[in-house]
């Protein structure tokens, strides 16, 4: 079967994650462990010990040593995570050793030069953009790049999860071609699967979010409310939609940057009884929500930059009606009105026109729905993710 080539070969796997936050880095490094375990792997997954996993993988967990201090514990963590790959690697004989991005990785490269296996490092996002939305000074910004420049050489392989993101550091790096692989994330097509809107609201009330009411439609925004997700125009459009729809709310849930800017402008249009801020919430939590909403929205600053989301094939993969102004997501492209709702310039009000035009569509709501879900079955799924993962570490 394909991905199952050298059934029983060890692989190590190493992160500096906060693994006791269900989010969307715990859900991959999960998912993908726990396939490559169903794939015949054994895997060790060494981890940062003051993060442990609040649901651990079905695998060897190592959990090395640190201390709860900002930037003080991440470099404590990757000064001796080296020792314990070069101690267990001698006991295991891995095969390769596959990393999530981290800042200094160069004696992750000496360790795995001693135990004689290639080192593949995971790349999830523009590391220096996302260091300048958060202000970080430009002589650190300075050290960051320098270290990613370091770390991408020593690497035998690169594996972005998107062609744009492999592109965007091509750009400025000049990747070799024959170390550089795109990966798509996944998602899990069972836990994100579609349901009763009325039955998922009641679920998540018995739970104790009280916020929400059966009689009422939602339009759902989850993610990080950074910038370039466009919270704030998510906010700013539903002041129109409410007054056109009576029975419709707005349910936003995350945090992030721009979290408190939203909350200003929904106080400033007295929008508190209709958008409701439920903050970051458990990821078990997450399918409910979405199964209780009508619609979800997902919009971008940058439609090429950012149109690869983990958050929009969760949506599609529940048969959500998906709302966005991305024309395509892993390159795989969306046809309008079949699997999505493009809307062509996120300006409130347009946003607020397209919600508005799809609230009053029940039926074309549902044929989104079911073509968001067909879609998500065909291109995507962390058993495929897990499968290209191997052929990678295979090949090497």
């Not at 004689?116 to 939305?133: A, T």
């Not at 070799?176 to 809107?197: C, L, N």
């Not at 102004?325 to 409130?348: Q, R, S, W």
Request: glycine share 6%; charged share 25%.
């Amino acid at each position: 079967m394909k991905g199952e080539r050298g059934n029983g070969g060890v692989v190590f796997y190493a992160c500096f994650e906060d693994l006791t936050k269900e989010v969307a880095w715990t859900v991959h490094i999960r998912e993908v462990v726990n396939n490559w375990v169903a794939m015949g792997r054994t895997v060790t997954l060494f981890c940062p010990s003051i993060f442990p996993f609040k649901y651990p993988p079905r695998s060897k967990v190592v959990y090395v040593p640190t201390v709860n201090v900002r930037i003080v514990g991440e470099y404590l963590y990757l000064l001796l995570l080296p020792f314990y790959i070069i101690f267990f690697g001698i006991k295991e004989k891995p095969k390769a050793l596959y990393c999530r991005e981290m800042s200094l990785m160069i004696f992750l490269f000496l360790a795995s030069k001693i135990i004689r296996i290639p080192m593949l490092i995971e790349i999830n996002g523009f590391l220096m953009e996302d260091l300048k939305i958060i202000g970080t000074s430009t002589i650190k910004l300075a050290i960051f790049n320098l270290l990613q420049r370091i770390n991408f050489k020593l690497a035998r392989a690169l594996v972005f999860v998107s062609q744009e993101l492999a592109e965007k550091y091509n750009e400025t790096q000049k990747l070799r071609k024959e170390k550089t692989f795109v990966v798509p994330d996944g998602v899990d097509i069972d836990i994100f699967s579609p349901g009763d809107r009325v039955a998922s609201i009641e679920n998540l009330i018995e739970i104790g979010v009280s916020e929400l009411n059966p009689k009422r439609r939602y339009v759902t925004f989850v993610g990080a409310f950074y910038p370039h997700s466009l919270a704030t125009i998510i906010v700013k459009a539903s002041k129109y939609v409410v007054k056109k729809c009576g029975d419709v709310d707005f349910l936003m849930i995350g945090g992030g940057h721009d979290f408190s800017d939203c909350r200003k402008i929904a106080d400033k249009n007295r929008l508190t009884d209709r958008v409701t801020f439920l903050g970051v919430r458990p990821h078990s939590e997450i399918p409910n929500f979405i199964r209780a909403s009508s619609i979800l929205i997902y919009i971008t600053a940058d439609p090429k930059k950012w149109r690869n989301s983990m958050k929009t094939l969760e949506y599609m993969s529940s048969g959500g009606a998906v709302i966005t102004n991305i024309k395509a997501i892993f390159h795989v492209p969306l046809t309008h009105g079949e699997n999505f709702f493009y809307v062509d310039d996120a300006t409130p009000e347009k946003l607020a026109d397209a919600i508005i035009d799809l609230m009053e569509n029940e039926k074309l709501r549902e044929k989104i729905g079911r073509g968001a879900r067909k879609l998500i079955l065909e291109n995507f799924s962390w058993r495929k993710t897990a499968e290209s993962l191997l052929e990678i570490i295979d090949g090497l």
